[in-house]
T-cell receptor, first 110, second 116 residues
Framework: KQEVTQIPAALSVPEGENLVLNCSFT??????LQWFRQDPGKGLTSLLL?????REQTSGRLNASLDKSSGRSTLYIAASQPGDSATYLC?????????FGTGTRLLVSP | GAGVSQTPSNKVTEKGKYVELRCDPI?????LYWYRQSLGQGPEFLIY????????DSGLPNDRFFAVRPEGSVSTLKIQRTERGDSAVYLC??????????????FGEGSRLTVL
């Protein structure tokens, strides 16, 4: 059974810092890995999807990497801004469904 | 519509009552998923539809929970004899293509269910 863990559970940084969020998964037989953002009381917004054959994906200030063999993914946020404050969730895609981690709550202070 | 639409956005009910939650996926998306999210937790899988059929319902917690998608578009999650432990946000997502491994998932805003 796939289990997904995210570290840290919460992170507070001053504006402008570069930061890394970590995601690990126990079953390396995944099809892809997705990173989502969730604002309080809202649904999930897809940020990046990395196919199993890929190593990384980039979108603006976000870069996500995937190492299937070690069961790890990282989300790198460059030059963080207060608007980046949210919960970030990673999800590993196995056959027919995503398995989510519990998320990292990020607070970026001005 | 432009995105996944879920109604109601909020539902407060009493223990023992019956509840229906509706999901209208993105037009053309054949795959539809229901997830449940408790406070401070990640979403947990409930059921996956491919077209009209439930391809995987292994996440439904018990037989009080049931979901349908009769025409391969709108889906309804039905909860009978609600219990306080059913309180959560119920999220719906859809994707294009035959299986989740080919496509990105798009989520609705969720239906927050509170059972008193």
């Amino acid at each position: 059974k796939q289990e997904v863990t995210q570290i840290p559970a919460a992170l507070s940084v001053p504006e402008g810092e570069n930061l890394v969020l970590n995601c690990s998964f126990t079953d390396s037989a995944i099809y892809n890995l997705q990173w989502f953002r969730q604002d309080p009381g809202k649904g999930l917004t897809s940020l990046l999807l990395i196919q199993s054959s890929q190593r990384e994906q980039t979108s603006g200030r976000l870069n996500a990497s995937l190492d299937k063999s070690s069961g790890r993914s990282t989300l790198y946020i460059a030059a963080s801004q207060p608007g980046d404050s949210a919960t970030y969730l990673c999800a590993a895609t196995g056959f027919q469904k995503l398995v989510f981690g519990t998320g990292t709550r990020l607070l970026v202070s001005p | 519509g432009a995105g996944v639409s879920q109604t109601p956005s909020n539902k407060v009910t009493e223990k023992g009552k019956y509840v229906e939650l509706r999901c209208d996926p993105i037009s053309g998306h054949t795959a539809l998923y229901w997830y449940r999210q408790s406070l401070g937790q990640g979403p947990e899988f409930l059921i996956y539809f491919q077209g009209t059929g439930a391809a995987d319902d292994s996440g439904l917690p018990n037989d009080r929970f049931f979901a349908v998608r009769p025409e391969g578009s709108v889906s309804t999650l039905k909860i009978q004899r609600t219990e306080r432990g059913d309180s959560a946000v119920y999220l719906c997502a859809s994707s294009f293509g035959g299986a989740v491994n080919t496509g990105e998932l798009f989520f609705g805003e969720g239906s927050r269910l509170t059972v008193l």
